[in-house]
Structure formats: C-alpha cells, structure tokens
C-alpha cells in the first residue's frame, strides 16, 4: 500500500485532505491513484492512518481515515551511522539500507582515506537526505532519518553515544562478545563507525584507542564498505532482539 509523510494540521477528524504538490503529484500523477484505493499516511507525530481516497479533484485528494495508530515502525534504542562516504552509487546503497535497518541519523566522516573530497561531499549532503526521504516512505518508516553535515572521527566520537567501531585486521573481538558484557538497552543510543575501502589510518586507530572506543570485527571475511553497513547495523539489531 502506498505509504505518504503528511502534516498533522491536514487531519480534520475522519478526513485528511492532501494538497502540498510533491504528495498531490506522486499520487494523483504518478500512481494515478482513485476514489476506493487505499492510502497509508503518517504525520510529524508518528501517527499512521490507514485510509480511503474520497475524491481526487485538479488541486487536492481527499481521503477518509479507517484506522489510526502510534506507528510500530522504528526501533526502540538510538542507531546512528558514522561513515567515511563512498563514490556514486555504493554510497546511494549505504544510505538506503541504513535507513531500511532503522538508523535515526547518518554521519558522513572525512577519514584519512575518504574516497571522495570535503567539498564533494558536501554537495551530495541534500540528495542523500532526499534518498532517506524516499526510502522511508517505500518501508512504512515512522518518520525520516537526517544526514547530518560533514564531520570528522573526533567529533562524532565525542557527541555521547556508546561507540562501536567495526575495525577488520586488527581485532578479533566480535559483537556478541562485546554485547555479553555490554548489553544494548532500550532506549541507547548506538553510534556504528565504518570506515572508507582503505580502511582506518593507524593516526585513526590510536584516536579509538585514545577514547575507548569498542574495536570490534564482524569476522574473517573481508567485506566492501558498503557490505559492511549493512552486516554491521543488521547484527546489531539482532543482538538487541536475542
């Protein structure tokens, strides 16, 4: 079922009329959407309706609201991405899968090794954002994650999250061993730090040691960054639920 971000100042009681132009577009244009089809909306306050569409005139598509509810659709501790940024479409891959696996935010980091340059970045900053807008709404997301400005690896470690680095080569300290002795609890806030396809400088690594940061493998295979993100933020959402 489609599913759409809207403003909770559109909900008048049983009815929800829908009128910015990117909504009104993508459904009344794209997915050419009628009266009788359903709708899934969700507003600022992470209430989702389940919804019928009324009427859909030249300007604004009215629907009727079956079913409200607090969406289900986010995890229960803080997940947060620290990442040195690949080129292209790895990037793009990261990005969307760090949304779908329930990240609330991403870092993009400048490390030793970074692929791409600071000003490059920072132009890719907005459509990032744009692909965790449009990845939110194609899995039912509660609300949309933010992709923070550029950083660097100090900064981010000092903001107060509990930081996991996924360093291969030079550990053989595995997550679950970590979470034996330092379980995740509700309410958390996680900050996962991967690093570019060049992998940590040892400038890099004396920084994680320097701030305690948990040094951790996801074992003996060598994965792309991207794969990484991936395994990484899935296995820790696993070990939460174990």
Known sequence: MPHFFIDSKDVKQDKIVISDKENFNHI???????????????DENQIQYETVVEEV????ITVNVENFYKSCRRL?????LAQSP?????????????????????YPVYTDNCALGRSVIEKKIP????????????CERAY????????????????????IAFCERCTDITLRQYCEKNPIQKGDKILVIIGPEGGFSEREFELFREHNVAMLTLGDLILKA?????????????EYNR
Do not use: H
């Open 28 to 42: 009344a244009k794209s997915l050419r959407i009628k009266s009788g089809e359903k709708l899934l909306l969700i």
């Open 226 to 238: 991207e794969t990484a993100v991936i395994v990484a933020l899935g296995n820790i959402i696993y």
């Open 57 to 60: 005139t030249n300007k604004e």
């Open 144 to 163: 949309v994650p933010k992709c923070f400005e550029l950083t660097d690896l100090r900064t981010v470690i000092s903001l107060g999250y509990k930081v």
């Open 127 to 138: 459509k990032w954002q744009r692909c965790m807008y449009e990845a939110s709404k194609q």
């Open 76 to 80: 229960d501790f803080g997940l947060y």
């Open 86 to 106: 690949l080129r292209s479409d790895a990037q793009s891959i990261i990005v969307e899968k760090a949304t779908e696996l329930g990240a609330e935010g991403l």
